[in-house]
């Protein structure tokens, strides 16, 4: 069954399509994380046995053998409480919107807007995770929301997606003979919606009109630049500008080479 695309309207008036992660997608990597907490579980459960084992044997009086297990008992069980409740909530926030789970399952979190999601949503929707889960409230809302969203999704203004993989156009591509990856380019700032912005743009650019094509082009140049802080294109892009209908090849090979990065990036 055909997955539901989520539409966004960018800064170009350019519709950008993302595919909706279905509820089989998320349960999965729900799955993965899940194991993931109870394999740290029991490794906490194991490395607290241990050492109480070895305060059991250690040269101590009963009293102090006491505060140690207190103490061992106290710090395993915040150990475990943190595991369970902030587990979500760093991985989003530090990884953009993925987790283990997510990763290996290709979905991640956005917000609304197609941007990568901050620390305030990811806090927002793993607070409420607690009340998707009684009576598979999340579930349930899930099915009969349009855009598969849960309750912490509405509060968080997030949707999850398919994350599509840079490798699935290279053929698709062409490229300026020579040009190459550029290092210096911070790609990581680029969202999985701007990223298939840049796609779009170079595999239609062909049938885009010769009037239209250079403006579709420096708009997208002048977004990409200003997301990468890259103001020796900026200045590049004032010298060009008035240059007619053929400058937008020199807007296509910045794009290109931010295409190339991106793609370098991701196989790393």
């Not at 941007?115 to 793993?126: D, E, F, H, L, T």
């Not at 607690?130 to 598979?136: I, T």
């Not at 807007?251 to 990065?261: A, D, R």
């Amino acid at each position: 069954m055909q997955q539901p695309d989520y539409s966004i309207s960018t800064p170009e008036n350019v519709d950008l399509h993302l595919e909706i992660a279905g509820i089989g997608n998320r349960l999965l990597a729900q799955l993965i994380d899940t194991l993931i907490q109870v394999a740290i579980f029991a490794f906490i459960a194991i490395l607290a046995v241990a050492v109480g084992m070895a305060i059991s044997v250690a040269p101590l009086d009963s009293k102090t053998k006491g505060i140690a297990y207190s103490i061992l008992a106290m710090l395993a069980i915040l150990c475990m409480f943190f595991m369970q409740n902030l587990y979500f909530i760093v991985w989003e926030g530090a990884w953009k919107g993925q987790t283990p789970g997510k990763k290996l399952a290709e979905i991640r979190v956005i917000e609304r807007t197609g941007q990568p999601i901050g620390w305030g949503a990811s806090i927002i929707r793993n607070l409420l995770r607690v009340a998707d889960g009684v009576f598979l409230l999340g579930l349930v809302v899930m099915l009969v929301d349009k855009n598969e969203r849960r309750l912490g999704d509405m509060c968080a203004g997030t949707i999850v997606i398919r994350e599509r993989q840079a490798h699935l156009t290279d053929s698709e591509i062409k490229v300026q003979d020579g040009l190459e990856a550029d290092s210096t380019l911070d790609v990581g700032r680029i969202s999985p919606a701007d990223y298939d912005l840049l796609v779009d743009y170079l595999k239609r650019r062909g049938s885009l009109t010769e009037k239209a094509r250079p403006k579709v082009a420096r708009q997208i140049f002048l977004y990409l630049q200003e997301k990468l802080a890259d103001k020796d294109s900026a200045q590049e892009s004032e010298n060009t500008e008035e240059k007619g209908p053929a400058a937008y090849s020199d807007f296509e090979k910045y794009l290109e080479k931010v295409y190339l990065s991106y793609q370098a990036r991701a196989a790393q």
